[in-house]
Every structure is written in structure tokens, then in C-alpha cells.
């Protein structure tokens, strides 16, 4: 009997761990269903496209966040140029920088700069929220948003493919979007310029992207599926 | 002196021009300062800046600004839209997510001034907080502030009856959430008129809002803001006035209704209360009750003369000394008259039980013994009478039977002072009851009218072997002592009695016939002594059940009895078969004022010959004669019904006592 007991109370205490860390570590966007699954409904282009910008709105928040830390614990430097030249990893990245310029754009295209965005942003918020591990003078809660920032851009992108999948598949946008998933695509143009930047730029850059992906989103959303809040 | 004084007056004029001349130095124009900038849709911009000290001279501002990444400089396009001292960037030369350093510099003729430069996102417009010449922080802050709201429109609507309103509006015209390239979230806030405090009301990404819980008839403000996601909020839109409408007319009509009904039921509760207030007042404050004390006058006690109420206490006539009549105190007896073949039931009726038990000595003569001829009536009357004269029921005992609700104690207790009080045998005063007091007693009191004429000592026999058959026993249970005692003093006194002979007495005519005398506790009968009467008259045994009925008083106030039979057939000079039955005690009387006498089965079969009983079973007639005592009518009285009831009285039968046949 203490034999049974005890492997009760181990299985117990294992899914006790396991519920409380898994509340604790990501916040998960809601998964997503192909049609053959079975015992999960199939979500609407509407209702993906909404979660993925409470998604990316949600990333941005927290990048915010972070970027109003650093500059409370780290001065700016008073060298004003070196800001102004600073280059963002993701430059080379050509994005449209107004509403115009944004609408003109095709959608395919708008995807594939949201993806290229959020692929481009995977490894250096990786590296950040280690670097920031290791750091003792952030406290538990950066170090925490910053693994969380790069969950989420994880998630978000995965998100994202989601819903080129569905409109690729209710054929609204063509079928000219590449497949970004596979790390390939990236990693040569990606090298290593974002090591180079320092903390600090990383999350001003990053701060900049994340709207930016927000933005194409909800451009793209109220393009496509206008009935909802648009 | 000449040349002193013009000397003293260029020196005068040099001094005076210094100051004048310091006043005009010229010099490089203060530093200006970007103070803010503001996008209201984020596809343009404006910023603002603050000039310092123009140094004395005209002085412009320009501003420069350069992008991101690149190193051209370009001045502000436009100076005036904006107001003075702005630049006002529109949509072609804005650029979103792209760094601006934007520097201001103020020139005068003497040279110009540069102004610290400032990093400016449009996303994220920062505000300089420039001191001096030292940039201490810059902090980036968001600042996309829109413009209010636009198209502001309440109006009252209803739901249900209850009304309230709806407030839509419009985002500012020039913000683009179609597009969905600005996101803005509204609020709104509602006054009433001439209050200060504003209710606050998120709205979210809607353009409409309901708003509840109204006053009626208020007059209401009604403002709208709006933000983008990462922004100021814009200003109030400017306030828009509804008034709703009264809608508690409805519900003061409801509010009349029930004030008019609640009204009604206070009237009639109060007025309910004004019929019942004596009655209420005893219920509620019972008054207190007063001393009661016969012959205790309280006008005395107030006069104050203790003497006069103290002596008012005292009652002279207690405790008896004179020696009044004991047959005054007695309860009345009864004078049994038998008619022959007939025989005697002892009838009562519940009202005798109930106020007739009082001394018939006060309102009869000595010769009182006096039952109700009939039965029914007389008794009644009896009772009429005795309530009259006031409740002296301790005393009382009936004649011809009293309930079976009578108390024993108080039998007891009359039996005792009969007992006491009875001279002639005081052998029965063991705790018998007395019923024929005079019969022992002096016999002037007892008056018998004889209905048949037999012998006056056959009758006297009779009548003492019907008291003969009194039963002790019956009387056992509520006497002190029973036995034979009693009754060998009653046969013998009985017989002292026949032989004495002194009055006549109504007897049965039948010598054989059942005297059963059912008295109650105060009616004994005394008994003839065995051994004549058998010997002589044949008496039946007294086991035979019947019911002695009184049915009338003769004129000479002698309560005449009248047997009835029940169930027998009564010859003349038989006795009655008596199945072993008697009815000895007293059941009690049913409502038709029928004496209810309780069978007490005994083993002796007496042989009888049917005796004469015309009330076989039936109807009884009065036999009296003669009934002329107050005109009361003889009254038929029913068969009296044989009950086996536990008897709470007892009638003494005289049946009881177990005659030996022959």
C-alpha cells in the first residue's frame, strides 16, 4: 500500500508541476486546426487573423516594455549620431514606411515582409533574452518578458504561416509566398550582423519591427476580411 | 567756464548714453527648443518648438531635419500651417518608423543659434527635455495624440419602457482605421447637468454606447475621446445635450395606487381597533382584579374606619350555632311514592344537577322531600328555583337523583353530615346517604301521598324493602362503609320504620314489585328488613333492573316515583325476572333528563313474575294522581336507557341487595 501511495502522490505532484509550469512559461496562442483534425474547429480567416494581432500586439507591448527598462537603467549616450546611424539588422528589409506605401503594396508581399520580419527576429531575441540571463543587474521580471518576447515571436510566426495557409488555401493570395519556415532562406543574409548590436539597439530595432508587423497585420486583415472591426 | 560746463555736459551726455548703449548690445539669438510633436493619424506630423532670447536683433528659426540613414538635410516644409513657431511635415515627407533629427536654429544678424537636435519616431514622437545645453534624457514616448471624435450623436431610446441612451460617433476624419493603419479605442463620459462628476465609460474599439439608468427627466452631457493603440488621448469632442424624458408619470401612478390602498387598510384597521378598543384594552391590559370580599365595602375602606369594615367581615350567622333545621341543611330527600304494580324510576334531569342540589328546606316546608312529580318539568323548575335563591348546591342533594357528575368528595362530604345529622339510625350514618331523612327523622317532614292504598305497613314494608333495596354496595364506593352493616341497619331501621309506621308511604302496589329506588348520594333509602319482606310482599328481588322515575309531586310536594321496567314483563305481585341484572348505580342522565342506571349483573336469578309495568319497555306514564304542584306538567319521560358505563354516581337500587327467593 505506501507503494501505491506513493506513486500516486508522484503522478499527482508530476501533473501539479506540470500544469503550474506550464502556466508559467509561455503564453500559447491558441492552436490552430487544420480541416482534418479531428475534435477541433476549424477557426475562421476573420477569427486567425484577430488572434494573431492581439498576438503581435501583445509582443509589441512587451517589447515596449523592455525598451522603457533599458533606458532607465542605461543612459542614451550622448553620442546623438551613432543613434541616427544605427542600422538595424532588419534594414535591408525593404518595408513600407507609410499607409500608402503600405496599401500599394500586394499582399503577398506584405506577407512575406511579416514573415521575413518575424523570421529575421528569432535568433537575435534568443541570444538577448541569454544574455540578459546571465546579466545580474536585470531583475527576474525583464529576464522573464525577454523569453517571453522571443516565445512569442516564435509563436507569432507560426501563427502568421497559419493564416497565409488558410489564404492561400481559400485562394486569396497566390501561392507565391515561399515557405520561410525552413531556416535555410534566412541564415545566409541574416549572418551575424545582429551580434554586433548592442542590447540596447536590439530592443530599440525590435521595438520598431514589432509595430511594424502589427501594423502590416491589421493592414492585411482589414484588406482581406474587412467585416470585423475595420 | 565755458568749456567746464560743456565738458560737464558731454560727460552728462556720456553717462547717459551708456546705459542706452548697453541696453542695445546685440548678440546671438537664444537657443531655441523643440518642445513637441504631434501626429494625429500618424501619416503626418507637426512639431513645436520654443524660441529662446532673440539676442535684440529679428531673429528666425528654421528647422532642419534629417533621416534616418542618411545624411541629407532637409528644411521643414511647411512654417504657417501649423501656427508659429512649427513645422508642419505632411504626408509625402513623412516617413513612419523612420528616425527624424530634427534641429532648430535660430538666426539673427549676428549669427544663429542651433538648437539641441531630437530623435524623432512619428510612432514614437519623443519629447525633449532639454536643460540647458545638456541633454539629460531623452525620453521616447509615443505621441500620436488624435483628434477627438467626430459626429457625436444622443439620442433616447427605449427598452421596455425604460428609456436610455445611445451615443454614437465617428472617429476624427482624418485617422484611417478603415484601413486599419490606426487603431483607436474610445471613451466617453456622461454628466448631468450641474453636477461636477463625470461617469466614465470604456467603449473599446465600438463607435456606440448605451448608456442606463437615467434620471428621469434629467438633462444629460454626453463627451467622446479617443487613442490609438500606443498614443495620447485626444481631447474631449465637445459636449453634446439630451434631455430624457419624464417617464415616472407611469410609476407614480403605481406609487398613487398603492398609497391609497394602504391608506384604506389603515382606515379600516383603525377603526376596527376603535369597535374592539374595550375589548382590546382587557386583552391587552387586563384590569387588575380587585379584592373580593363578601360584605368587604370598599367605600368603607376608603372612609377610612377600619372598625366598620372589620366588623362588616364578620358574618354572624357563621359557624351555625342554632340549631336550624338539619333538614333545612339537608338536601332535599325524596319522597318516594310507588304506585302499585308500578314501579318507582328515580329520573333527573342534568339542570338539577347543575343548580337544583340546594336546600329545598328554604323554599319547601318541613315536608319537603319534595321531588318533581314529573320529572322533566318539575326538576327543571326546581332548578329555575334554585338558581334563584343562589348557588347552595354543597348542600344539596337531590331528590330523585342526582347526576353522576356529582362530585364525590361533595357527596361524600353530605353524606358525612347526613350521616351526622341523622338521629334516627345512626347506624346508616356510616357513610350512607341519607335519602329519607324524615323517614327516620320526624315523620311530620315526610309526606307521602299514597297513590294505592295498601296497608300503610305493607306499604311501609314495601317502601322499606325498596330502600331495603338500596344497594350498599353501590354506595360502598363513595361511602365510607359500605357492608352489611349498613344495610342490616337499614333493614332494621327499616323495619323500625314499617313497623312504626308512622306515614304512609307511597309504595309500589305491588309488594313483589321492585322498589328501585335510584337515588343519588343524598337519598337513601332505608331498608325494610329482609326477612318481612320477602316473607311478606313477595318482594322481588332487587336485582331486577329498572328505573325509577319520578314523575310528578303531588299536591302534597311528594315526588312520586315511577318505575320503569325495561325489558320485563311485571305481573302483579312477581317478581320481576331480573336476568341478573341490576341497576344499581347511577350512570348518569343523558340529555333527555333521563336518569342512566348502570346494570350490575348478578348472579341471582330471581324468579318473577311479570310485575305490572305498564312502562314495559316504553313510555312511562305518570301515575300520579294527583299533580297539582304548581301547575307543572307531568312529563312523559323516556326509557331510561341501561348503560354499563363506570358510574361516577351511584343510585342506589333497591334491587341490589340479594333477596333469597322463594
Redesign the interface.
Known sequence: MPGNIRSVCAVWAMLVCLVFCGKLTTVDAAPLCTNAQAGCHVLSLANLFDRVIQHS?RM?GIS?DLHSEF?LYF??S?N?IG???R?CHT?SIL?P????N??RMAREELTEVILKLLVAWRDPLWHFHQSMAHHHDFNNFSSNKSLEMSDMVHELRKGVQKVVEKMQMLGIISNSVSNLASPEALLASDSAEWRLMKDYDLLYCF??DS??V??YL??????IV?EH?? | MMKKFREVILLLLLLSFVPHAEGTRYSLPGKPALTRCRSPE??TFTCWWEPGSDGGLPTTYALYY?K??SETVYECPDYHTAGKNSCFFN?ND??????Y?ITVVASNALGSTFSD?V?I?V??IGEGDVEGEV?L????QPDVKPNPPEKVAVTVMEDKGWPFLRVSWEPPHKA??????I?LIYELRVKLEGENEWEMHLAG?QKMFNIFSLRSGGRYLVQVRCKP??GFWSEWSSASHIKVPDYFHRERSVWILITVFFAFIFLIVSWCIHINSHSLKHCILPPVPGPKIRGFDKQLLKNGKSEDIFSALVVSDFPPTSSSNYEDLLVEYLEVYIPEEQELILEESKDLHDGCLKPKGSTFDSDSGRGSCDSHTLLMDKCGEAKDDGRQTDQDGSQTGSEAQRQQAAWEQEALTYAHEDMISPDMSSGRVKTWPSVFSPLPQYSLSPLSQPSSLETAKQHCLSDSLFPPSSLSSYLTQPGQSTKEALRSSCSDFCSSNKQPLLLHPQPDARHQLQARSDVSISSISHKEAPAGLQLPTVRSTEYVEVHTVNEEDMVLLHPVPVGHSHGKGCLQTHQGEDYSKVNGVDKNNVLLLQREVMEEQVDMCPCENKDANGATESYCTSSAQKSIPCIHTALPVQEEKAVNGYVDTATMFPLPIH
Do not use: F
Open positions: 500586439a509589441h515596449n533606458e543612459l542614451p550622448k546623438q543613434r541616427v546611424s542600422n534594414s518595408t514606411n507609410g499607409k500608402e503600405a496599401q521595438r520598431r509595430n511594424k502589427q501594423n491589421k493592414i492585411l486583415k482589414c484588406r474587412p472591426g475595420c | 500618424k501619416e534629417r534616418e540613414n504626408k513623412t516617413s513612419i518608423w523612420v528616425n533629427n537636435p530623435d519616431d510612432v514614437y541633454v534624457l531623452l525620453i521616447i484611417d482605421t478603415r484601413s486599419g493603419w487603431t474599439q493603440d500606443h
